[in-house]
C-alpha cells in the first residue's frame, strides 16, 4: 500500500470515527471467511458496516476524533463494527459474539464515551431507534383512541336504547 492509498484509508476511517454512532472494537482471529461474510450480512440488515483496518492507520485516524480514547484497543487482528445508529452495532457484535467464540468483544466508542466490554453489552442491551420511535408513538397514539372511544361511546349507547325501544315497540 503506497502513502496515497494510506493516506486516502486514514479518511475514510476518521469519517467513520466522527459520523458513526457507535464503533465496536473485537479480535478476530481465527474467523473463517464465511464467518466474516456472516457477520457482515447480519451487519447490513441493521445498516450497519463492519471494517478491518491497519490498527497504525486507525490509531492516526482517531487523532484529535471525539472517540480517540478506544485507540487502546487497537491491538491485535481487530475489526470495527459500526453503524449511525448508536445501538445497531453493538447488538450486531454482540450477537455474533455469543455465536462465535473466536470474535471476542474489545470495547468501542459512543460518541465521546469510551465503552469497555462490559458497556459495549449494556449498549447492546437498549431499544434501537426504532423500538423507541414505535413505543413513541404508541404512547401517543393511545391517548387519541382513547378519546375517539370516548366520544363514540355515547352514539351507540344511543342507538342501542333506540333499538331495544324499537323492539318493545314492536312486541307490544
Known amino acids: 500500500m503506497d502513502r496515497a492509498q494510506k493516506e486516502k484509508v486514514v479518511e475514510e476511517l476518521g469519517q467513520i470515527f466522527e459520523s458513526s454512532g457507535v464503533v465496536v472494537v473485537a479480535h478476530y ?14 451487519a447490513r440488515q441493521v445498516d450497519a458496516s463492519v471494517r478491518v483496518a491497519k490498527n497504525r492507520l486507525a490509531k492516526i485516524a482517531l487523532e484529535g476524533k471525539p472517540c480517540a480514547s478506544m485507540a487502546e484497543f487497537l491491538s491485535g487482528m481487530t475489526v470495527l463494527t459500526y453503524s449511525a445508529d448508536p445501538v445497531a ?10 455465536e462465535n467464540k ?13 465503552l469497555d466490554r462490559a458497556g459495549v453489552e449494556a449498549v447492546s442491551k437498549m431499544p434501537s431507534r426504532e423500538e423507541l420511535i414505535a413505543s413513541i408513538v404508541g404512547c401517543i397514539g393511545a391517548p387519541a383512541s382513547n378519546i375517539a372511544g370516548a366520544i363514540g361511546a355515547p352514539a351507540s349507547n344511543i342507538a342501542s336504547i333506540l333499538t331495544t325501544i324499537e323492539e318493545r315497540g314492536e312486541a307490544a
Open 29 to 42: 482471529t481465527g474467523l473463517t471467511v464465511a464467518e466474516m461474510q456472516s457477520l457482515r450480512a447480519k
Open 89 to 98: 452495532a453493538a447488538k450486531v457484535a454482540e450477537d455474533f459474539a455469543k
Open 102 to 114: 473466536k470474535f471476542e468483544i474489545l470495547g468501542g466508542a459512543m460518541g465521546e464515551t469510551a
